[in-house]
T-cell receptor, first 114, second 113 residues
Framework: AQSVTQLGSHVSVSEGALVLLRCNYS??????LFWYVQYPNQGLQLLLK??????LVKGINGFEAEFKKSETSFHLTKPSAHMSDAAEYFC????????????FGPGTRLSVLP | SQTIHQWPATLVQPVGSPLSLECTVE??????LYWYRQAAGRGLQLLFY??????ISSEVPQNLSASRPQDRQFILSSKKLLLSDSGFYLC????????????FGSGTQLSVL
């Protein structure tokens, strides 16, 4: 079985400051890992994903995440927060080789202060 | 290109009434289809997923059911809604060709009063 935990249900940063959203996963098989963003009353959009290869992955809007197998982590970062980054962020795990299940973490709400 | 349609966008229903939410996917074939619920202030809960017509897997015992009458159609239903069924319902799809990514519909905000 797979599971995802996200430390911090709400994170606040100042505009221009570093964004760090934490994600840890549990999986008995090689995982595929994802970060999604959700704006109010909308569906989810993919930010970035890790499947195989390079463990540092870059996504849209300047976000990136690093897969650390030894720490079972996939933390999301952005060097400089922008007001438009305020949203809900979800980490997700899926089994490699097109596993059918797709498990999301509880989400972290990011607020960006002027 | 592929698109996913989900309707209605908002729905207000009284307790005890039936429910039918529909999701259709265009531009792809044999997708895996998913229903998620997002309760206020909570994460995404996987309700059902389907790997083919008539094949439904339920993740959480509940007052809801799902059906897949056609390859690209996924329906979420209830015979009698409960207050606890309120939430934001999201349909999603993926195929092996999308390299594991899930694509989401725009969601249905359901309020049960």
């Amino acid at each position: 079985a797979q599971s995802v935990t996200q430390l911090g249900s709400h994170v606040s940063v100042s505009e221009g400051a570093l964004v760090l959203l934490r994600c840890n996963y549990s999986s008995s098989v090689p995982p595929y890992l994802f970060w999604y963003v959700q704006y109010p009353n909308q569906g989810l959009q993919l930010l970035l994903k890790y499947t195989t290869g390079a463990t540092l992955v870059k996504g849209i809007n300047g976000f990136e995440a690093e897969f650390k197998k030894s720490e079972t982590s996939f933390h999301l970062t952005k060097p400089s927060a922008h007001m438009s980054d305020a949203a809900e962020y979800f980490c997700a795990v899926s089994e490699a080789n097109y596993g059918q299940n797709f498990v999301f973490g509880p989400g972290t709400r990011l607020s960006v202060l002027p | 290109s592929q698109t996913i349609h989900q309707w209605p966008a908002t729905l207000v229903q009284p307790v005890g009434s039936p429910l039918s939410l529909e999701c259709t996917v265009e531009g792809t074939s044999n997708p895996n289809l998913y229903w998620y619920r997002q309760a206020a202030g909570r994460g995404l809960q996987l309700l059902f997923y389907s790997v083919g017509i008539g094949q439904i897997s339920s993740e959480v015992p509940q007052n809801l059911s799902a059906s897949r009458p056609q390859d690209r159609q996924f329906i979420l239903s209830s015979k009698k809604l409960l207050l606890s069924d309120s939430g934001f319902y999201l349909c999603a799809w993926r195929t092996s060709a999308t390299n594991e990514k899930l694509f989401f519909g725009s969601g249905t905000q359901l309020s049960v009063l």
